[in-house]
């Protein structure tokens, strides 16, 4: 089966380090979607994007989150500088118009 | 997207069937109803949708209502494998709305032997 991909698995970093997420979306699959989940607030939407095209960002904090995609294949989610509060599983997904597949996610704590 | 709503939780026997409700009141003619469930740890994995028709595949049953206000998924044999949070979403699928899913709360199935 064709798979999302992430990495890392789980990161712990100290508070104001930054902090990078890949994704290696679907091959073929145009459109990459990034959440976060946490206890509290549970699956949120923060951006995402069409034929490597930020199309609606607006889930995200802008002032220390930026997400890029270089190329088809890979999916950056960066974070700088962290906080305690940015604790939570990243989760990114990929589809092609129809239902999205979602990676393992990343476990983020930050110190 | 219109909003839905589901029971925060539910039991179900093992080898019995599982149906778990979901109201969407305010769906429009455009909307399909899509289900997702994510196993503890891991990401939401895709189940089912529908747009007025009932349907089926190899994990479930989507039975949407006339009205299309309300639906039910349905897991025919349940196995402690499905023990997990179920989603159910209602969304636009056209290229304008990005196909973003908007999850709520959903509800936790927990499967017993």
């Known amino acids: 089966d064709a798979r999302v991909t992430q990495t890392p698995r789980h990161k712990v970093t100290e508070m104001g380090q930054e902090v990078t997420m890949r994704c290696q979306p679907i091959?073929?699959?145009?459109?990459v979607f990034w959440y976060r989940q946490t206890m509290m607030q549970g699956l949120e939407l923060l951006a995402y994007?069409?034929?490597?095209?930020?199309?609606?960002d607006s889930g995200m904090p802008k002032d220390r989150f930026s997400a890029e995609m270089p190329d088809a294949t890979l999916a950056t989610l960066k974070i700088q500088p962290s906080e305690p509060r940015d604790s939570a599983v990243y989760f990114c997904?990929?589809?092609?118009?129809?239902?999205?597949?979602f990676g393992s996610g990343t476990r983020l704590t930050v110190v | 997207d219109a909003k839905t709503t589901q029971p925060p939780s539910m039991d179900c026997a093992e080898g019995r069937a599982a149906n778990l409700p979901c109201n969407h009141s305010?769906?429009?003619?455009?909307?399909?109803v899509y289900w997702y469930r994510q196993i503890h740890s891991q990401g939401p994995q895709y189940i089912i949708h529908?747009?007025?028709n009932n349907e089926t595949n190899e994990m479930a049953s989507l039975i949407i209502t006339e009205d299309r206000k309300s639906s039910t998924l349905i897991l025919p044999h349940a196995t402690l494998r499905d023990t997990a949070v179920y989603y159910c979403?209602?969304?636009?699928?056209?290229?304008?709305?990005?196909?973003?899913?908007?999850f709520g709360k959903g509800t936790s199935l927990l499967v017993t032997p």
């Open positions: 997904a990929s589809g092609l118009g129809g239902p999205s597949t």
């Open positions: 305010t769906i429009s003619g455009n909307e399909y």
């Open positions: 979403i209602v969304r636009v699928a056209n290229s304008n709305s990005g196909y973003a899913l908007n």
């Open positions: 529908g747009l007025k």
């Open positions: 091959l073929g699959h145009n459109t």
């Open positions: 994007f069409r034929n490597r095209a930020p199309l609606d």
